[in-house]
């Protein structure tokens, strides 16, 4: 045998000769330690027993060397799981998705990319005859953006004309989709969604309206039957008292007017036109306009001017209207509350960067657990309340760029609200 085969023997059974050897020489020791012990050489029997031992350690040693090589090379055995089309799971998770989905190929082609799309648009694969309002809508549409497009008969034609369109919103389903597409993009009928929110509107709209509305006519109507009878019995020393009525109503009607023609032509709040005035000019104003609808109703006003007079940068019509609102709702809860009499007081004050003005009442409060939903739109503590008259009220405010609390409770009153502009 030459010596490379000896060598790829050697290697085909690592170690194996060795062993053998060691295992020879083990037998031999022990044999010749029994001869020499049987004849009383008891040197040579200790000698020939100290051989056999160090063979053993040599052979053990050798075996557990062996035993971790055949450990380090054995090869785990590996199942290799059943091959899925993820083509063909990714298309019947699309065919289930309820909206429709069009894929975006690179050179800007339409896909049909489920059951959904491909009903809506009539075809079984490609969009031959996009709509024009869809082609616009997608080409101004971002990744992570959405917008809404109106669709007249999706798979033909363009949007508009035929009365019989729907709205649709648009947004990236992904971003890309194994290369095939360069985008996905859903496409969600919020047709019924835009006509109950609009009709949801109009209800908002006609109720702000005439909530605002009824909170000037009311005490307008009564400074009026007031300058009237002045001005009937012919009394000179009225005069004064019946001109100043006529010019509260003068300035509320033209504020109101302005008010109802803002919300006629933006169906919002007009926009703030704010100029130098008197603050106590105009806090005078808004109690005269109080005191007309509630001095007969048992609400006394406790009206506080500043003195010296405050000269502030604002727009009295719109801040007249919202404290209007604010001591209406104050002298309905002075009337509920337990305190007599039932008091709505009005107050400004000012430092060296703001104005505050102040409303509080004798009511009863308003509970820790519902200081936080006072402000939305519609929510009322009253029974039969709109809801109306606080959101309106911030509102103008912060078009000032002011902000309207809740000021924490006093024990003496009722609510108090802060403005600061």
């Known amino acids: 045998m ?3 085969a000896r060598g790829r023997a050697g290697r085909r059974i690592p170690g194996i000769g060795p062993a053998a050897l060691g295992l020879v020489g083990i037998a031999a020791g022990g044999a010749l330690a029994v001869v020499c012990l049987h004849h009383r050489f008891y040197a040579a029997s200790m000698v020939a027993l100290a051989g056999a031992l160090v063979q053993g350690a040599f052979v053990l040693g050798r075996m557990a060397r062996l035993e971790q090589r055949l450990a380090e090379r054995a090869v785990p055995v ?52 996009p709509p024009a309002a869809l082609m616009a809508g997608l080409a101004r549409l971002k990744d992570g953006g959405r917008l809404v497009v109106r669709l007249d008969r999706p798979g033909g034609g363009d949007a508009g004309g035929a009365g019989n369109g729907r709205h649709y919103a648009l947004s990236v389903a992904l971003g890309s989709l194994h290369g095939r597409y360069a985008r996905l993009v859903a496409l969600t009928d919020i ?44 009394d000179a020393a009225a005069m004064p008292e019946a001109a100043q009525a006529l010019a509260t109503i003068l300035r509320r009607v033209q504020g109101l007017d302005r008010f109802v023609q803002g919300y006629r032509h933006l169906a919002r709040l007009p926009a703030v036109a704010p ?19 509630w001095d007969g109703q048992g609400v006394a ?55 505050t003005i102040g409303v509080g009442d004798s009511g009863a409060g308003v509970a820790p657990d519902q200081a936080a939903l006072i402000f939305r739109p519609f929510f009322s503590l009253r029974e039969g309340g709109t809801g109306i008259g606080l959101s309106v009220a911030r509102q103008i405010v912060q078009d000032h760029g002011g902000s309207l609390v809740l000021a924490p409770p006093a024990e003496d009153a009722g609510a108090t609200f802060l403005i600061r502009i």
């Open 2 to 4: 030459t010596g490379a």
């Open 78 to 129: 590996r199942v290799a799981p059943p091959r899925v089309d993820q083509a063909v799971v990714l298309r019947a998770m699309l065919d289930h998705a309820p909206v429709p989905l069009l894929g975006v190929t690179h050179d800007g082609v339409l896909v049909a990319s489920n059951r959904a799309a491909r009903r809506l648009f009539g075809t079984d694969d490609r969009v031959l005859d």
């Open 275 to 293: 100029r130098q005035m008197s603050v106590a000019a105009m806090l005078r104003d808004a109690g005269r306009l109080f005191a007309s609808r």
């Open 301 to 355: 006003l406790r009206l506080d001017v500043p003195v010296p007079d405050i000269v502030a940068r604002l727009d009295g019509d719109l801040l007249v209207q919202a404290l209007i609102a604010l001591m209406t709702n104050g002298a309905q809860a002075a009337l509920a509350g337990p305190r007599r009499p039932a008091w709505v007081a009005l107050w400004a004050r000012a430092d060296a960067d703001h104005v």
């Open 191 to 234: 047709e019924a969604e835009l006509n109950a929110g609009e009709a949801t509107a109009l209800r908002e709209i006609l109720q702000v309206l005439s909530h605002e509305i009824m909170n000037s006519l009311t005490p307008v109507s009564s400074l009026a039957e007031s300058a009237q009878e002045m001005l009937a019995a012919g």
